[in-house]
């Protein structure tokens, strides 16, 4: 059944720039297009048309003062500027219009699409992505989450089970992280249908075929709920 009907699918990703420090995360967008559309899905990428909280030197790791870009112009570096890998302006994602969304991690979650990089706790959300979050959710249509993702569907979503968190466990190989046999899988919220994976949210020597195949099980998922 899946496979009749996942290339029917249409998923919607939202992007936040290009850079794990201050926008989404190269391989994180990558293996989820990837995975998109080994798995048979049409889908469409979306960005905020509006300003990042600033331009991280990704040698030094510390923000440039003499740069400011754009989002969407960034995020356009992961498109082929045509057809439905044309960017797209985040205010125009209608949940009418699509069947799943999808958020990539990367530091662009806490400074551009929210202010928990600022606020902590306290933080707001960029108006378009607590509408699309609610939307989606009311919906009942799969939101599909990674890395630090998670903490925007937390803020303005009730009663959620997803991957965040830092909490040691002694008796793992995975290192530090509550769910630490999720790296190479997703945790499935099915009520709510939410699904997140950690990604490199996990702390202990990158092995990029782990967060390859974590964000692949999370699409997995989105698309199974998406067939129902």
Not at 138 to 143: E, H, L, N
Request: glycine letters at 6%; aromatic letters at 10%; charged letters at 20%.
């Amino acid at each position: 059944m899946l496979a009749s009907r996942a290339h029917l699918a249409k998923q919607a990703a939202v992007f936040s720039g290009c850079g794990w420090w201050d926008g989404t995360d190269i391989h994180e967008a990558a293996y989820t297009m990837y995975h998109l559309s080994r798995n048979g899905a049409r889908f469409q990428i979306f960005a905020p048309n509006q300003q990042q909280m600033h331009v991280m030197d990704h040698m030094r790791m510390q923000p440039s003062s003499s740069d400011n870009r754009n989002m969407m112009m960034e995020s356009a570096r992961f498109s082929h500027g045509q057809g439905m890998m044309q960017m797209n302006d985040l205010s125009k994602l209608d949940v009418n219009s699509f069947d799943a969304v999808i958020f990539p991690g990367g530091h662009g979650i806490v400074k551009n699409l929210s202010t928990f990089s600022k606020d902590g706790k306290d933080c707001k959300l960029n108006n378009d992505v607590e509408r699309i979050m609610k939307d989606f959710h009311r919906a009942r249509k799969p939101i599909g989450l990674s890395s630090m993702a998670p903490l925007l569907a937390c803020r303005v979503l009730p009663n959620l089970e997803v991957t965040m968190g830092y909490e040691r466990d002694e008796s793992s190989r995975w290192g530090r992280w509550p769910n630490t046999n999720m790296v190479q899988a997703a945790y499935v919220d099915e009520k709510n249908k939410v699904i997140s994976t950690p990604t490199f949210m996990w702390e202990t020597d990158y092995h990029y075929h782990y967060i390859f195949d974590g964000i692949g099980n999370m699409v997995k998922h989105v698309m199974r709920m998406t067939a129902k």
